[in-house]
């Protein structure tokens, strides 16, 4: 046999090598019945693996005893086990074990009871390894601890899947621990008590075995992580009470251990799974925090409960609860939770003997979660106030939201943030174990950039002042305080938030700023970044549109660099057409018309090409196509060059992987028509309605609007007159209802078209038609 050797070999073919005759097939099959079960024969069970000395051995304790022997339990499940795995899973025929040839040796014989057994091999390199001692087992027994060696390996990994595997193994080694319970259920008769716990404890999971489990599901991130682990968590609970009702009889065999039971570990891992905030919508993350609040309540009862340490709540478990509560960050009630949290934390402290040895004490990442939480609540705030300022405060904000007075501005909440920030600094003069640092103070800026907008003008000159700060400390050598790209994009959102005309020179300052920092020190955490450089281009926005340009420009040079980790994404290249489209029309002069729609298509179609091209980050959107169409219609100036361009875009935009929505159709007619309202156009309009009408209708995407702006448009005493727009508003819709296939993609019933929409409203007459 290839892989892992002679000694390994098929039992019907050691039978048959060694046996030589029928009748001792026969007989082998009959005393190694037990191994297969009851009631089933050697072949319906398939191969089962075991050594020629054992095979040997066996036979002549046959010959001389004459009895009939138990399968040994250190083959019996490993065997089943392997057939089932490598014929199942793996898929590897029964004769054939090649895929262990390259093991090495050592691993095989290797303690696995060492800390450092099989440090730094892979996930899969260890199941590898206890596959093949399942398979190849002499020198070592197998025990509980060989299965965590994978268990732990899977769920340190991080790798997708990790978590699957990790339980997938724990379900094995239960179902063996299961087996063999069953099997000396059977016959420990003549055996003492103390020797079948001594077996029993050996292949029992251990409570780092399920703790590993629910680590795993933490590191997944994926949406049934909680439930998964919640499973685990409650079930090492459930254990803990069997092994308790069964502790008042020894001489019955638990089906669990008595030292099987939740530890700190099991706790805190289930807590982080809470915390974590991917993937999951806003109604579960709360429910997820008062589940979390809910535990910890829970491990604070079972210490209080018990005379041991084996469920203590430390620094972890209230940090993992405050973070649950941090991911609400639509939630104004979430500061009082934090805090009501943080002072828990600071009473454990200070009613411990030893304070600053105490389990719970609030550390640097407490508070700075508190601070967070003031910065959400300021940031909503400073929203509702913004809405209600303009008329825009909803009817249900108004009757379930805050009072009138709740309304703030938000710099009342970031005060108090700030105030967390120089207590942090009064505890480490003070030798606390608390260090304010640079996400602390990022923490800050950011909530600054929250409330910045046009009614908080004062909040980007307050975000400068915070960073000065931390420059200052940067300079005295406190490398605890340092900004970084975070630091410096903050206050440039603050700038761009406001939407002032000097936003966007104070924000390329501080660009300036980063890159004379990063070539002075080199330091790569405050090299400017696409983010900072599309905060400097929200900034400038449609005031200057051209140095909007220039900066997209910039980016792609750096691209190019071979030197620059740089890629312009799909934001960058959103905020140029952006700025182009809302300039277009501000110049006022007739021969500036469309040339603003140029640059905005011109830019659509880089992106376009860098999509093609599968670069990473760039992609169109629906909007963007839209937002050239809808410009065209609105503009001011427009020629025959706009009406090509629009063309083109309505042309990649059916090329394209969106769907064309029935405005696309109704502000191309809108553009066509202005454009081609001279007498010469008549022909070309003529052709070029009826081709988009024909189109529309077959597409199902008729709308109102279409119709009214076919026929209620501006009309001229020439060319496109009254006359003309009701000849062929009467020619396709002149007949009602119309058929229902002409409309049948409009989702929105109040979209329709009506008979109504097709009677003209406006008489009025136009002065003078565009022409070339």
């Not at 390994?8 to 005759?21: G, K, L, W």
């Not at 009889?249 to 809470?274: A, R």
């Not at 979390?292 to 209230?318: C, K, W, Y």
């Not at 936003?503 to 090299?527: A, P, T, V, Y």
Request: aromatic share 8%.
């Amino acid at each position: 046999q290839s892989g892992v050797g002679e000694r390994v070999v098929d039992i019907m073919s050691a039978n048959c090598c060694r046996a030589r005759s029928f009748n001792r097939a026969r007989s082998f099959s009959s005393i190694y019945r037990p191994v297969i079960g009851s009631q089933r024969t050697l072949s319906s069970a398939g191969p089962v693996l075991l050594s020629l000395t054992e095979f040997t051995n066996d036979c002549e304790k046959r010959k001389r005893k004459r009895d009939v022997l138990r399968f040994p339990f250190e083959v019996q499940q490993p065997s089943l086990f392997c057939q089932r795995f490598f014929t199942e899973k793996v898929k590897i025929p029964h004769r054939n074990f090649s895929v262990f040839k390259n093991l090495s040796s050592t691993l095989v014989a290797g303690d696995w009871h060492s800390p450092s057994f099989m440090e730094g091999e892979s996930a899969e390199a260890k199941e590898q390894w206890l596959s093949s001692l399942i398979l190849n087992r002499e020198d070592h027994e197998l025990d509980s601890a060989a299965y965590f060696v994978v268990i732990d390996g899977w769920a340190q990994s991080g790798a997708n899947g990790a978590a699957q595997k990790a339980e997938e193994w724990l379900v094995t080694l239960e179902r063996h621990h299961n087996d063999f319970l069953h099997s000396q259920n059977v016959g420990t008769a003549g055996n003492s008590v103390s020797n079948s716990r001594a077996h029993n404890s050996r292949l029992e999971p251990t409570i780092d075995c399920y703790n590993s489990v629910i680590f795993a599901w933490a590191r997944s991130g994926e949406s049934i992580a909680v439930i998964r682990a919640e499973r685990w968590l409650n079930k090492v609970k459930q254990a803990m009470v069997d092994a308790q009702s069964t502790k008042a009889n020894l001489h019955d065999f638990p089906t669990s251990s008595v030292m099987l039971g939740p530890n700190t570990q099991s706790y805190n891992f289930f807590l982080d799974c809470l915390s974590k905030g991917c993937s999951k919508t806003q109604v579960e993350l709360r429910l997820n925090a008062v589940k979390a609040d809910e535990t910890l309540r829970e491990m604070i009862e079972a210490r209080q409960n018990s005379h041991g340490d084996r469920v203590v709540p430390d620094t972890n478990s209230f940090n993992f609860v405050l973070r649950a509560w941090t991911r609400c960050r639509n939630d104004v009630s979430i500061v009082s939770k934090v805090m009501d949290v943080l002072r828990e934390m600071e009473l454990y402290q200070r009613s411990s003997q030893k304070p600053n040895q105490s389990a719970v004490k609030p550390n640097t990442l407490s508070y700075s979660l508190a601070m967070d939480a003031w910065a959400v609540v300021a940031g909503l705030k400073a929203q509702r106030n913004l809405r209600m300022k303009k008329g825009h405060v909803t009817r249900s904000e108004s009757v379930d939201g805050p009072k009138e007075h709740d309304f703030s501005n938000g710099h009342d909440e970031i005060k108090k943030a700030e105030a967390i920030l120089e207590y942090m600094h009064a505890l480490q003069e003070a030798g606390a174990d608390v260090v304010p640092n640079t996400i602390s103070y990022n923490i800050i800026l950011g909530g600054y950039a929250r409330i910045s907008n046009e009614i908080n003008s004062d909040s980007p000159l307050r975000a400068e002042r915070l960073l000065r700060r931390m420059m200052d400390f940067q300079n005295e050598e406190n490398s605890c305080i340092a900004p970084d790209q975070r630091s410096y994009s903050h206050v440039i959102r603050c700038w761009a938030k406001i939407k002032r005309q000097n936003s966007g020179e104070r924000g390329e300052w501080w660009l300036r700023k980063m890159w004379q920092e990063f070539h002075d020190s080199g330091n790569e955490d405050i090299r400017p970044n696409v983010d900072v450089y599309n905060a400097v281009m929200s900034g400038y926005g449609t005031y200057d549109a051209a140095k909007v340009d220039e900066l997209l420009a910039e980016m792609i040079d750096l691209e190019q660099s071979d030197s620059s980790p740089f890629r312009p994404n799909t934001e960058s290249y959103s905020i140029a057409m952006r700025s182009w489209l809302q300039s277009e029309g501000k110049n006022g002069s007739h021969d500036a018309g469309g040339r603003n729609i140029f640059n905005a298509f011109k830019r659509l179609k880089d992106l376009i090409e860098r999509e093609e091209s599968g670069v990473p980050g760039s992609s169109t959107s629906k909007e963007m196509y839209c937002g050239i169409l809808k410009a065209a219609a609105k503009a001011a100036e427009i020629n025959e060059n706009t009406l090509d361009i629009v063309v083109e875009t309505y042309e990649k935009f059916q090329a394209s992987r969106h769907t064309v929505d029935e405005n696309a159709y109704t502000w191309l007619l809108q553009t066509g028509l202005r454009v081609m309202s001279a007498p010469h156009y008549d022909r070309r309009r003529i052709k070029f309605i009826r081709t988009l009408t024909r189109a529309c209708c077959e597409n199902g995407l008729i709308s109102k609007s279409f119709v009214a702006a076919l026929a209620n448009s501006p009309t001229w005493k020439e060319g496109w007159t009254i006359e003309a727009s009701d000849c062929l508003t009467k020619e396709y819709f002149g007949h009602w209802p119309l058929p229902l296939s002409w409309s049948r993609n409009i989702r929105n019933k109040s979209l329709l078209p009506r008979e109504i929409d097709a009677k003209r409203r406006h008489f009025r007459i136009e002065e003078i038609a565009y022409r070339p």
